[in-house]
């Protein structure tokens, strides 16, 4: 295991010796900036080339002062306070349009309510008749003190439930004491 371990690290250094001499010297990194909190991106760019000249157009302020180096020197630009042009006046407010006349509600008149002996189908003695049948079928389907599907169902199955306990609780609980007693027994 050594052996492969060792012949690894030969062939990494093999490689990297390789590599060394490959590539090309590297330039030494520039000195670390004196503030850390200030990026000099002078150091890391690639010079560019100086832009051709090219003629300004006129912008009415004068020509900009321009240093040795043919530079314009931004610290030397006057920036004067020149008035303010004088600002358009508004236009006149317009009028407000004359208001609509208000338009006249329509409404339909409300149909007279069916109570009138006229307007009613069937008179008041087959009405009371009719309610009275639908009250006796109700009555009959839902008593006054309404009992729960729950309820219905657990009255139906507990002597169902009953008859299976009686019959088959003693041979189930006697099986099973009969299983304890000889897995405790074959346990000593």
Do not use: C, Y
């Amino acid at each position: 295991m050594e052996e492969i371990l060792a012949s690894i690290r030969r062939i990494i250094a093999d490689d990297q010796n390789a590599k060394a001499e490959v590539v090309e010297p590297v330039r030494a990194a520039p000195p670390p900036p004196e503030n850390d909190d200030v990026l000099d991106l002078a150091e890391v760019a690639q010079p560019l080339r100086k832009p051709t000249a090219v003629a300004e157009p006129e912008t009415g302020f004068g020509e900009a002062p321009r240093g040795a180096d043919g530079q314009i020197d931004f610290d030397a630009i006057d920036f004067g306070d020149e008035p303010d042009p004088e600002p358009e006046p508004l236009p006149p407010p317009r009028a407000a349009p004359p208001p609509e006349p208000p338009r006249p509600v329509f409404r339909e008149p409300d149909p007279a309510p069916p109570d009138t002996a006229q307007d009613r189908l069937i008179s008041a003695v087959t009405d009371a008749s009719v309610a009275q049948a639908f009250q006796m079928l109700s009555g009959t389907r839902m008593p006054s003190h309404a009992r729960t599907l729950e309820e219905v169902v657990q009255d139906m199955l507990r002597p169902m439930l009953k008859d299976w306990l009686d019959a088959n609780l003693p041979g189930l609980v006697e099986r099973l004491v009969r299983a304890e007693i000889e897995r405790v027994a074959r346990g000593r």
